[in-house]
């Protein structure tokens, strides 16, 4: 059964670069067949969708996110990754990571991992 | 940009049956997915392509679609389906996943 864990600091200073890290578990994201993607949830709010990756590095981001967002994939540590720049305080969120599945058009997420919170403050 | 509306609550009793709806213009072509978020908790899929229930699922969790309305029933709600549901799809030209604004079950 696949496990997911995001992984990273939990307070980042305003207009610097938010760094998170997903590590999976029970599974190869390097086998192919799955996306692996990433959601935040702003405090109190609901779900915002950030992007998602290919184990080939294909990448899909949010319109509204793209110009500060760079999803990465580590298939020999079986990771992938996070990086938002330039973040401000509309930036403070929990952060999940997810296995990303398709089966039909729409890309779905499932599993999911327990989240992180994100913190943007000086 | 799109949008996917849901109602900000619904409230039942034990035993009743909860529908929630969520509305978005391509709904009508593309496929809607039900999350379910316990509170402190990862959200996590109830219903997948419109009406499939993944494995561990209870069977009262079931889900319709008719024009641009995907519709989440929970026949014979229990105490412990209170939570936040959220509706997801994608829009019309494939480029933006996006998540309905959430509505919080109540069940008393």
């Known amino acids: 059964q696949v496990q997911l864990q995001e992984s990273g600091p939990g307070l980042v200073n305003p207009s610097q670069t938010l760094s998170l890290t997903c590590t999976v578990s029970g599974g190869s994201i390097g086998s192919g067949g799955y996306y692996w993607g990433w959601i935040r949830q702003h405090p109190g709010k609901g779900l915002e969708w950030i992007g998602h990756i290919y184990y080939s590095g294909n990448t899909y981001y949010n319109p509204s996110l793209k110009s500060r967002v760079t999803i990465s994939i580590d298939t020999s540590k079986n990771q992938f990754s996070l990086k938002l720049t330039s973040v401000t305080a509309a930036d403070t969120a929990v952060y999940y990571c997810?296995?990303?599945?398709?089966?039909?058009?729409?890309?779905?997420?499932?599993?999911w991992g327990q989240g992180t919170l994100v913190t943007v403050s000086s | 940009s799109y949008e996917l509306t849901q109602p900000p609550s619904v409230s039942v009793s034990p035993g009743q049956t909860a529908r929630i709806t969520c509305s978005g213009d391509a709904l009508s072509k593309k496929y809607g997915y039900w999350y379910q978020q316990k509170s402190g908790q990862a959200p996590a899929v109830v219903i997948f392509d419109d009406i499939k229930r993944p494995s561990g699922i209870p069977e009262r969790f079931s889900g319709s679609s008719s024009g641009t309305m995907a519709t989440l029933t929970i026949s014979g709600a229990q105490v412990e389906d209170e939570a936040d549901y959220y509706c997801?799809?994608?829009?019309?030209?494939?480029?933006?996943?996006?998540f309905g604004g959430g509505t919080k079950l109540t069940v008393l």
């Open positions: 997810a296995r990303v599945r398709r089966t039909g058009i729409t890309p779905w997420f499932d599993p």
């Open positions: 997801y799809s994608i829009d019309s030209s494939g480029d933006h996943l996006v």
